[in-house]
C-alpha cells in the first residue's frame, strides 16, 4: 500500500472502482473517457464489457446493481444524451448496490461534435456530482460515490474532463473497501415507475436532494481553504488546479462535491473575503447559483464560457477585476426549501388502477412467467400494468426499452440466468434490438420474452415497423421478429400466445435451456379483435372459491358468495380454465371431463 | 370566478367520457361561449378512472379547476369519488345503476360503497340519480350510458335544446348519431322538475 503510482484520471477512476469493491462495469467508448473501461477490463475482480450504446449500458449497469453489484459506467459527455432516458428515471428508483456514472466532458472540444457540460444533467435529474482535480482525488472521490449512492439510494454523477482523463499525477493507493452482500429484494413501488409509483418516489427525489445539501455543507469534499490575500475563488475540478496555481495567495471554495452547491459554505467564503469569483470551464453553471444567493461575484463577464482554461487565461482573466474596489458586502438570501405540492385527499374509496383488458394475452404469458424463479425485468407498455396485484408479475419498468439491458446486466453480475425480460412488439423495435445485440455480444445469460400483439396498444393501436402499418394508414413492409433475432444470432421461437399450453412449455424450455433466448409471445391485442373466442361456463359444484383463477387478475372474473363469476365482458380467452384445478371452468359446450370431441377431424 | 362554469366528467375507461365531454363542449360552442377543457386520458382504454373537465362562460382562462359546479358519474364508484370534485351546493347526476367493480373490490380486499344519497347529503351536495342503463338500452344500445346521462345533465345545465342538438351532431360520428339523440332525448325527459328543485 505504500507504492506511489503515476495514473491518467481514467486509470485512477478505474483503480479507484475496483478498491470501492465495484464488480461491473461497462461502457460505450468515446474520448476522453474511453481508458476506464479499458483499464478495468485488465484488472482482476471487475467484470467489464463494451455495451452496444450508451443508454445500454446504463441499463446493464443498473442491471447489475439491482442484483447487488458495485457498478460504474463511463461514457463521453454526449454519450449521457443517448443514457438520459434512463439516467433520469433512475434518479426516481434508486439503485440497490452504489451506482456511479462517469461522464467525461471534452472542453475545447478536442475531439467532440459539442462542447456541453454534463454538470446541467445533475441538476437536471436531482443527483449528487463530484468532481476530481487530480488523479488522487479521480481515484478516492469513486469510494465516495458509491458511498453517497447506498446511502442516498440513488445514482452519483463523476465528471471528468479532458486534462483530468487525459492528465497524469500521483495516487497513493488506499486500503480496499470491504462490502457486505446487498441481495436483491423485489420492491414495486421502488423499482415500477408505473405513474402512481412514480410520484411516491419523486417526492422522496425532492426530499433527498435536500438532504444532499446539508451533506454538501458538512462533507470533507467541499473544502474552505485558507489564504492571506483577500480574495476568494469557488472552483470544481481541473479548474481549481488552474486558479489554485494562478492565485496561491487567495482564499478558496474548493469543491469536490459541485452539485448540489452548499449555500452556506459559499457565504462563509463571502464572509472571509471582500471579492470573490468562480472560476469554471464552460457553463457558469456554480457561478449563477451564486448569483441567485444575491451575492456579488466575478465570473463569465471575466473567464472564458468556451474553450479550455489554464492558470495563464484564469490570471489574465481575473488580474484586473480582483484589483478593482471590492463590491458593497451583501448579506445572502438562502433559497427557501420548496414545498411539495397537496398530496391528494384520500377518500376511502376502492381504488380504480387501469388493468390489463378482458382477454388480453398478456395475462397468459405472466401466469406462465411466474411459476419460474426468474426476476421479471419488465418495460413500457400496457403489460406494465401486469406488475399491479394481483399478478405481481414484473419486478422492473425504468424506461423505453431498458428490460432486456437490466436483465443483461442483472445475469452478467450474478453470472448465471437469474432474470428475465418482458418488452412488447413496439418497445423491442423503439429501443429492444441495441441491447438484445449487445447481451448477444456479450454473452448474457437470459430469456426475452416478446409480447408481439401486433400493435402499439397502450396509446391507441398505432402501426409500428413490425407491422409495417403507417400512420397514414397506408401498408409498408413489417419486420419479421423473429428472423430479425435469428439474424443477430439469438435462439428465438414463436408461438401462439392465446394457446396457453404451448406457451408455458416454451417458457419452461427457454428457462431451462443454456444462454440468452428469445420467445415471441404473438397474439393480437384483444381490442382488434371485437369477436368472442368462446363462452366461459362455471360448474358451480365444483368450484371451491380457491382463487388461482381470480390471480391471474382478469376485471371479468369475480368472487362471488358461493363459486367465482363470470362478467359479460370476459372475451373467451379461456386462461381461465387453464389455471382451474378442478375444471369448474370451460368452455360451454366442453364437458367438464375433457371428452369434448367436436371439431376434431 | 364565478361567471366561468365547470363540469367535470368521471368515469371508468372505455365509457365514452371524452366523447360526452365534446357534446357539451360543441354544445357551450353552439351558445356563443368560450370554452376550454382538458382530459387525463392515458389509460382510458384500460378500465382506470377518467376524468375530463369542460370549463365555459364568457372567457374562459385555465383549462382545469379544483372544483366542478356540476359533476357527471357515468359509474356509482366514480360519483362516489366524484362528489369530492364538487364545489359546494353543486350537484352531481350520477348513473346510479351502472356498477363497474374493481380489482381490489373483486379480490374483497376493498368495499364497493353503497350509500350516495347519504354521500352526498354528508357534502351538502344535490343528487340526481339517473338509471342511464335502462335508459341507453331503450334507446337501442347500452354504449350510450354516456349520452343519457348527459341528457339527464342537460337539465341542470344553462343550454337550449337547439345548442344540445347542434352539439351532438358536431361530436358524434355520423353513424351513431340517430341512437344517441334518442338516448339524449330519454335522459332529458327522465329527470322531473321537482328532483332539478330550486
Keep these: 500500500?505504500?507504492?506511489?503510482?503515476?495514473?491518467?484520471?481514467?486509470?485512477?477512476?478505474?483503480?479507484?472502482?475496483?478498491?470501492?469493491?465495484?464488480?461491473?462495469?461497462?461502457?460505450?467508448?468515446?474520448?476522453?473517457?474511453?481508458?476506464?473501461?479499458?483499464?478495468?477490463?485488465?484488472?482482476?475482480?471487475?467484470?467489464?464489457?463494451?455495451?452496444?450504446?450508451?443508454?445500454?449500458?446504463?441499463?446493464?449497469?443498473?442491471?447489475?446493481?439491482?442484483?447487488?453489484?458495485?457498478?460504474?459506467?463511463?461514457?463521453?459527455?454526449?454519450?449521457?444524451?443517448?443514457?438520459?432516458?434512463?439516467?433520469?428515471?433512475?434518479?426516481?428508483?434508486?439503485?440497490?448496490?452504489?451506482?456511479?456514472?462517469?461522464?467525461?466532458?471534452?472542453?475545447?472540444?478536442?475531439?467532440?461534435?459539442?462542447?456541453?457540460?454534463?454538470?446541467?444533467?445533475?441538476?437536471?435529474?436531482?443527483?449528487?456530482?463530484?468532481?476530481?482535480?487530480?488523479?488522487?482525488?479521480?481515484?478516492?472521490?469513486?469510494?465516495?460515490?458509491?458511498?453517497?449512492?447506498?446511502?442516498?439510494?440513488?445514482?452519483?454523477?463523476?465528471?471528468?474532463?479532458?486534462?483530468?482523463?487525459?492528465?497524469?499525477?500521483?495516487?497513493?493507493?488506499?486500503?480496499?473497501?470491504?462490502?457486505?452482500?446487498?441481495?436483491?429484494?423485489?420492491?414495486?413501488?421502488?423499482?415500477?415507475?408505473?405513474?402512481?409509483?412514480?410520484?411516491?418516489?419523486?417526492?422522496?427525489?425532492?426530499?433527498?436532494?435536500?438532504?444532499?445539501?446539508?451533506?454538501?455543507?458538512?462533507?470533507?469534499?467541499?473544502?474552505?481553504?485558507?489564504?492571506?490575500?483577500?480574495?476568494?475563488?469557488?472552483?470544481?475540478?481541473?479548474?481549481?488546479?488552474?486558479?489554485?496555481?494562478?492565485?496561491?495567495?487567495?482564499?478558496?471554495?474548493?469543491?469536490?462535491?459541485?452539485h448540489p452547491l452548499p449555500y452556506r459554505k459559499v457565504a462563509r467564503l463571502f464572509r472571509q473575503v471582500s471579492r470573490v469569483a468562480v472560476v469554471e470551464e464552460l457553463d457558469p453553471f456554480i457561478e449563477e447559483q451564486v448569483r441567485a444567493l444575491g451575492l456579488p461575484v466575478v465570473g463569465k463577464e471575466a473567464i472564458p464560457a468556451d474553450g479550455e482554461l489554464d492558470q495563464d487565461i484564469v490570471f489574465r482573466a481575473l488580474e484586473p477585476f480582483l484589483s478593482r474596489r471590492p463590491p458593497r458586502r451583501r448579506r445572502p438570501v438562502f433559497p427557501p426549501v420548496p414545498r411539495l405540492a397537496d398530496p391528494p385527499p384520500a377518500p376511502g374509496l376502492p381504488v380504480r388502477p387501469p388493468v390489463l383488458c378482458p382477454g388480453c394475452t398478456h395475462r397468459a404469458v405472466f401466469t406462465a412467467l411466474r411459476t419460474h424463479r426468474l426476476a421479471p425485468m419488465g418495460d413500457i407498455g400496457c403489460y406494465t400494468l401486469g406488475a399491479l396485484p394481483p399478478l405481481l408479475a414484473l419486478d422492473s419498468c425504468l424506461c423505453m426499452g431498458a428490460?432486456?439491458?437490466?436483465?443483461?446486466?442483472?445475469?452478467?453480475?450474478?453470472?448465471?440466468?437469474?432474470?428475465?425480460?418482458?418488452?412488447?412488439?413496439?418497445?423491442?423495435?423503439?429501443?429492444?434490438?441495441?441491447?438484445?445485440?449487445?447481451?448477444?455480444?456479450?454473452?448474457?445469460?437470459?430469456?426475452?420474452?416478446?409480447?408481439?400483439?401486433?400493435?402499439?396498444?397502450?396509446?391507441?393501436?398505432?402501426?409500428?415497423?413490425?407491422?409495417?402499418?403507417?400512420?397514414?394508414?397506408?401498408?409498408?413492409?413489417?419486420?419479421?421478429?423473429?428472423?430479425?433475432?435469428?439474424?443477430?444470432?439469438?435462439?428465438?421461437?414463436?408461438?401462439?400466445?392465446?394457446?396457453?399450453?404451448?406457451?408455458?412449455?416454451?417458457?419452461?424450455?427457454?428457462?431451462?435451456?443454456?444462454?440468452?433466448?428469445?420467445?415471441?409471445?404473438?397474439?393480437?391485442?384483444?381490442?382488434?379483435?371485437?369477436?368472442?373466442?368462446?363462452?366461459?361456463?362455471?360448474?358451480?359444484?365444483?368450484?371451491?372459491?380457491?382463487?388461482?383463477?381470480?390471480?391471474?387478475?382478469?376485471?371479468?372474473?369475480?368472487?362471488?358468495?358461493?363459486?367465482?363469476?363470470?362478467?359479460?365482458?370476459?372475451?373467451?380467452?379461456?386462461?381461465?380454465?387453464?389455471?382451474?384445478?378442478?375444471?369448474?371452468?370451460?368452455?360451454?359446450?366442453?364437458?367438464?371431463?375433457?371428452?369434448?370431441?367436436?371439431?376434431?377431424? | 370566478m364565478s361567471v366561468t362554469t365547470t363540469v367535470s366528467l368521471v368515469g371508468v375507461g372505455g365509457q365514452g367520457i371524452l366523447l360526452a365531454a365534446a357534446i357539451l363542449a360543441e354544445t357551450a360552442f353552439a351558445e356563443g361561449l368560450d370554452v376550454k377543457a382538458s382530459e387525463v386520458k392515458g389509460m382510458a382504454q384500460r378500465g382506470g378512472s377518467v376524468l375530463s373537465t369542460v370549463r365555459f362562460g364568457e372567457h374562459v382562462w385555465s383549462p382545469v379547476a379544483r372544483y366542478a359546479d356540476v359533476v357527471i358519474a357515468t359509474e356509482l364508484l366514480e360519483g362516489h369519488r366524484g362528489l369530492g370534485l364538487l364545489a359546494p351546493q353543486g350537484t352531481l347526476v350520477c348513473a346510479t345503476t351502472t356498477r363497474i367493480v374493481p380489482g381490489s373490490v373483486l379480490r374483497r380486499e376493498e368495499e364497493y360503497p353503497d350509500d350516495l344519497p347519504g354521500a352526498a347529503a354528508a357534502r351538502g351536495a344535490r343528487l340526481i340519480a339517473v338509471d342511464a342503463e335502462a335508459l341507453a338500452r331503450e334507446a337501442g344500445t347500452l354504449r350510450a350510458v354516456n349520452v343519457a346521462l348527459l341528457g339527464a345533465a342537460s337539465v341542470v345545465l344553462p343550454f337550449a335544446a337547439a345548442s344540445w342538438q347542434r352539439g351532438l351532431a358536431a361530436a358524434v360520428p355520423a353513424k351513431i348519431l340517430e341512437v344517441n339523440e334518442r338516448a339524449f332525448a330519454l335522459g332529458r325527459g327522465a329527470v322531473s322538475n321537482e328532483e332539478v328543485g330550486p
Design chain 1, 1 to 258: 500500500m505504500e507504492r506511489t503510482l503515476f495514473f491518467s484520471g481514467n486509470e485512477a477512476i478505474a483503480h479507484g472502482a475496483v478498491r470501492a469493491g465495484a464488480a461491473f462495469a461497462c461502457g460505450y467508448p468515446g474520448t476522453p473517457s474511453t481508458e476506464i473501461l479499458q483499464t478495468a477490463a485488465r484488472l482482476d475482480g471487475i467484470h467489464a464489457e463494451w455495451c452496444v450504446n450508451e443508454k445500454v449500458a446504463l441499463e446493464t449497469a443498473v442491471g447489475a446493481s439491482l442484483a447487488g453489484v458495485r457498478s460504474i459506467v463511463t461514457m463521453k459527455h454526449v454519450g449521457l444524451n443517448v443514457a438520459a432516458d434512463p439516467f433520469m428515471t433512475l434518479s426516481l428508483t434508486g439503485v440497490n448496490a452504489g451506482l456511479v456514472i462517469v461522464s467525461a466532458d471534452d472542453p475545447g472540444m478536442h475531439s467532440s461534435q459539442n462542447e456541453q457540460d454534463s454538470r446541467a444533467y445533475a441538476k437536471f435529474a436531482k443527483v449528487p456530482m463530484l468532481e476530481p482535480s487530480d488523479s488522487q482525488e479521480a481515484y478516492d472521490f469513486v469510494a465516495e460515490a458509491f458511498a453517497l449512492s447506498e446511502e442516498f439510494d440513488t445514482p452519483v454523477l463523476l465528471r471528468s474532463t479532458t486534462r483530468l482523463s487525459h492528465g497524469r499525477g500521483q495516487v497513493i493507493p488506499r486500503v480496499p473497501v470491504v462490502l457486505g452482500p446487498r441481495d436483491y429484494a423485489r420492491d414495486i413501488g421502488k423499482y415500477v415507475m408505473v405513474p402512481h409509483y412514480a410520484r411516491m418516489r419523486n417526492r422522496l427525489v425532492l426530499e433527498r436532494l435536500q438532504k444532499l445539501r446539508a451533506r454538501a455543507e458538512e462533507s470533507p469534499l467541499n473544502v474552505l481553504e485558507a489564504g492571506t490575500a483577500d480574495v476568494g475563488i469557488i472552483a470544481a475540478g481541473v479548474a481549481y488546479a488552474y486558479a489554485r496555481e494562478a492565485f496561491p495567495k487567495a482564499w478558496f471554495l474548493k469543491l469536490g462535491m459541485s
Design chain 1, 403 to 601: 428490460s432486456i439491458g437490466m436483465m443483461a446486466g442483472f445475469n452478467q453480475a450474478l453470472g448465471r440466468k437469474a432474470a428475465a425480460a418482458v418488452i412488447g412488439d413496439s418497445t423491442f423495435f423503439h429501443s429492444g434490438v441495441t441491447p438484445l445485440i449487445d447481451a448477444h455480444y456479450n454473452a448474457a445469460d437470459g430469456l426475452v420474452i416478446v409480447l408481439d400483439n401486433r400493435t402499439t396498444a397502450m396509446t391507441g393501436l398505432q402501426g409500428h415497423p413490425g407491422t409495417g402499418l403507417r400512420a397514414d394508414g397506408s401498408r409498408g413492409p413489417a419486420v419479421d421478429i423473429q428472423k430479425l433475432c435469428e439474424g443477430i444470432g439469438v435462439r428465438c421461437h414463436t408461438v401462439d400466445a392465446s394457446d396457453y399450453g404451448v406457451l408455458e412449455a416454451a417458457v419452461k424450455a427457454e428457462v431451462d435451456a443454456p444462454g440468452l433466448g428469445v420467445v415471441v409471445a404473438l397474439a393480437p391485442c384483444v381490442l382488434m379483435v371485437p369477436e368472442k373466442a368462446g363462452e366461459i361456463v362455471i360448474d358451480d359444484e365444483r368450484c371451491n372459491l380457491c382463487g388461482l383463477c381470480l390471480d391471474v387478475g382478469c376485471p371479468a372474473l369475480a368472487r362471488g358468495e358461493d363459486s367465482v363469476s363470470i362478467a359479460g365482458s370476459c372475451t373467451g380467452c379461456g386462461l381461465c380454465t387453464e389455471v382451474c384445478r378442478r375444471g369448474a371452468l370451460s368452455f360451454a359446450g366442453a364437458t367438464g371431463a375433457g371428452t369434448a370431441g367436436e371439431g376434431a377431424p
